[in-house]
């Protein structure tokens, strides 16, 4: 599996990568949002190329494309 981060700020953490399972897959954690995700990490969207997408608190359509979603939301809500 490979993993980069490919956005970082105090806020934001955005990762993608390429896992033998999964195919091709994005996430992206909001610290503002740790209290409000089950786990405690703030992971506000979750895709895959294998599940597609997991979990969208962005506020953005689903139906938007995987980066473009991660892009808008970065830009909306960076530091």
């Given at each position: 599996?490979?993993?980069i981060t490919f956005y970082?700020?105090?806020r934001l953490t955005a990762v993608k990568g390429v896992d033998h399972m999964l195919g091709e897959f994005l996430q992206l954690f909001d610290k503002?949002?740790?209290n409000e995700t089950p786990e405690?990490?703030?992971l506000v969207y979750d895709w895959s190329e294998f599940f597609g997408v997991e979990r969208n608190l962005t506020g953005i359509p689903s139906s938007t494309p995987p980066q473009m979603i991660v892009d808008t939301?970065?830009?909306e809500n960076k530091d």
């Open positions: 599996m490979s993993r970082q700020d105090d503002e949002m740790e405690g990490e703030g939301y970065i830009k």
